[in-house]
């Protein structure tokens, strides 16, 4: 066997066996990471809808691990709005995922109801849709190999629902979700596959405090459990400058810091940007961090008066 053969068998398995390794992490954690999760609820929490008081849409880029090829890609558009007379809301959420060779596309309907309470609103929420998986090994780097001798396209479609519910008073808010209920196989067609849907569950809280006139702190909390991976807690803390401004520091324990800067632009209009920092692991090493863009819209009637800036 020439060199040159050597050299391309030992890249391909290379290649696979990266894309095993991130394949089973998927299968560990499949829910979508947020850094800007406090601004982007119903991505997490189905009984999120409604809460901006119209119709509201976010879109949201991630870019993961930057400079990494073939690191996790994500965009995700939510739009949610109470209808009626504001007890019920409803939403849609579609996502986008992309790691290496795999790629996931999910849908989701949301259905919230509100009730007064008497210092804020507790609302509960439903949530149904599908998750399409597709991974496709044909777009591995194959040198000097006819592309007929390997073709392996695997997919999955596989509806789930979820539940959430989701407290908000003038200064506080707390959330408890899990997206998916239902643990579906990815691959259906393996008898020896392992992967499937793991059930997430999501707690989130937040406590708005007024340093001043011109001043507000933020701090807000996300804590994650997922069967066969570590806790993940994300503490954070947002200082909202002149109601216009708001300027933030998270820390994902045991991983990384994240920075975020959020522009209340007019009473409908917002901007988010957030950065993850490399951090100090093995894998800082061959990627120089991560980015994630946010943008907010909500429609409001010209009657309809709304708090500027939105606080949850």
């Known amino acids: 066997m020439s060199k040159v053969n050597i050299w ?48 509201s849409i976010t879109a949201l880029a991630r870019e993961q691990w930057s400079g990494l090829e073939g690191a996790p890609s994500t965009q995700t558009f939510a739009m949610h709005s109470p209808v009626k007379n504001k007890r019920i809301s409803l939403g849609l959420l579609l996502l986008r995922d992309q790691l290496g060779v795999s790629k996931e596309h999910s849908v989701y309907g949301s259905y919230a ?26 777009e591995l780097l194959l040198l000097h190999r006819p592309a007929a001798d390997f073709q ?35 691959d259906k067609d393996n008898p020896v596959s392992v992967a499937k849907e793991l059930r997430h569950y999501f707690l989130t809280g937040g406590y708005m405090l007024t340093l001043s006139r011109d001043l507000k702190l933020k701090p807000n909390f996300l804590l994650k459990v997922v069967e066969g991976a570590p806790i993940q807690f994300d503490l954070n803390a947002n200082l909202l400058i002149k109601d216009l401004i708001w300027v933030g520091l998270s820390h994902r324990f045991g991983a990384e810091w994240n920075a975020l800067l959020e522009l209340q632009a007019t009473k409908r209009i917002r901007f988010g940007y957030a950065y993850d920092f490399a951090g100090s692991t093995d894998l800082s090493q061959v990627h120089s961090g991560s980015h994630e863009f946010m943008f907010n819209y909500v429609f409001l009637k010209q009657d309809l008066k709304m708090k500027s800036p939105r606080f949850f």
Do not use: W
């Open 8 to 55: 391309n068998l030992l890249l391909n398995c290379t290649l696979a066996l990266l894309v095993g390794l991130l394949c089973l992490q998927t299968s560990a954690q499949q829910h979508t990471m947020y850094t800007q999760y406090m601004f982007n609820g119903l991505a997490i929490n189905p009984a999120y809808a409604g809460s901006h008081g119209g119709m």
């Open 113 to 138: 109801y509100r009730i007064a309470m008497e210092k804020g609103t507790l609302s509960m929420g439903l949530q149904a849709g599908f998750t399409s998986y597709r991974e496709d090994l044909n």
């Open 152 to 186: 392996d396209v695997r997919s999955s479609f596989l509806p789930n629902f979820g539940a959430g519910l989701f407290y908000t008073s003038e200064r506080l808010y707390l959330g408890f979700s899990v997206p998916m209920l239902l643990q579906n196989s990815i």
